[in-house]
């Protein structure tokens, strides 16, 4: 198994561009996140999906877009890229029973200019 | 919401010293998980705590979920370089009818060899 894997790994946008941030898990899990993580502040939750065809904002949604058409895959959709959305964003799934152990993607870095 | 609360912020020790860091909320948690991210990685899980007063060990790394289930400790022992990183704890929490689990803003170790 690969478990969760994220592309790209880098990358650089202009202001007011637009992104697909790609995550795929190939555990068979229900559960998946996205996570941005930025210096000294943790990981904050962006979006999750409890299912395929189920998503539900977190703690910092704005900004960003999800869909979930599969179980495999989780994309994280930035329409018009700000310099405030510079983070590193992490991707994660869970089983749905239990105490929903996450396991991590290895992350994309995105910068904003 | 919840928070969980890590200290220290950083550490910088020598190796081969013990090390010695906590998590700490204001509510209880019924599960604590301890995560370590390596540089320009994701985080992996460490060690999960499902009972209060439960004490695990994953080689030299011990964790303890407290007996009051707001707290958590995670110690490392002979620390070596490989060491340094981030360590995280989380902890599930309910937020609008779905588990997610909350993050603390993680500990830094710096190893010196």
């Known amino acids: 198994n690969a478990g969760v894997t994220q592309t790209p790994k880098f990358r650089i946008l202009k202001i007011g561009q637009s992104m697909t941030l790609q995550c795929t898990q190939d555990?068979?899990?229900?559960?998946m996140y996205w996570y941005r993580q930025d210096p000294g502040m943790g990981l904050k939750l962006i979006y999750y999906?409890?299912?395929?065809?189920?998503?539900d904002k977190g703690e910092v949604p704005n900004g960003y877009n999800v869909s979930r058409s599969t179980t495999e895959d989780f994309p994280l959709r930035l329409e018009l890229a700000a310099p405030s959305q510079t983070s590193v964003y992490f991707c994660?799934?869970?089983?749905?029973?239990?105490?929903?152990?996450?396991?991590f993607g290895p992350g994309t870095r995105l910068l904003v200019l | 919401g919840q928070q969980l609360n890590q200290s220290p912020q950083s550490m910088f020790i020598q190796e081969g010293e013990d090390v010695s860091m906590n998590c700490t909320s204001s509510?209880?948690?019924?599960?604590w998980l301890w995560y370590k991210q390596d540089p320009g990685e994701g985080p992996v899980l460490l060690i999960a705590?499902?009972?209060?007063?439960e004490l695990t060990s994953n080689g030299r790394l011990t964790a303890q979920f407290g007996i009051t289930r707001k707290d958590s400790f995670l110690n490392i022992s002979a620390s070596i370089p490989s060491d340094v990183g981030i360590y995280f704890c989380?902890?599930?929490?309910?937020?609008?009818?779905?588990?997610?689990?909350?993050f603390g803003k993680g500990t830094k170790l710096t190893v010196n060899p």
């Open positions: 994660a799934s869970s089983y749905s029973n239990g105490p929903r152990t996450q396991y």
């Open positions: 555990m068979n899990h229900n559960y």
């Open positions: 999906s409890v299912g395929a065809g189920i998503t």
């Open positions: 509510s209880i948690f019924n599960t």
């Open positions: 705590l499902y009972k209060a007063g």
């Open positions: 989380a902890g599930p929490a309910t937020q609008g009818g779905s588990e997610k689990l909350v």
